[in-house]
């Protein structure tokens, strides 16, 4: 049985994160799928339906989380 998760957080959602918001979403593993990710991917993953909401910062993207997935480059994760 696959375990679904209420909320999964992606901070960073460039080809990576965007492709695992991808699966998760396609596989049904989580009820919402939250982004963070600067500049404009987090919005352009939102109009592709990858992910079901942007958040405007790292804190509010993974408040509630029960899943979060780090697929930014090491540097900017601090």
Do not use: N, Q, Y
Not at 31 to 36: G, K, P
Not at 38 to 65: K, S, Y
């Amino acid at each position: 049985m696959i375990e679904r998760f209420r909320r999964i957080a992606v901070l960073g959602v460039g080809l990576i994160g965007g492709s695992i918001a991808a699966a998760a979403r396609a596989r049904g593993l989580g009820d919402r799928v939250v982004a963070f990710s600067p500049g404009r991917d987090a919005a352009e993953a939102l109009e592709l339906g990858l992910v079901d909401a942007v958040a405007e910062d790292p804190a509010a993207a993974v408040d509630g989380a029960d899943l979060v997935v780090l697929a930014a480059p090491i540097p900017a994760l601090p």
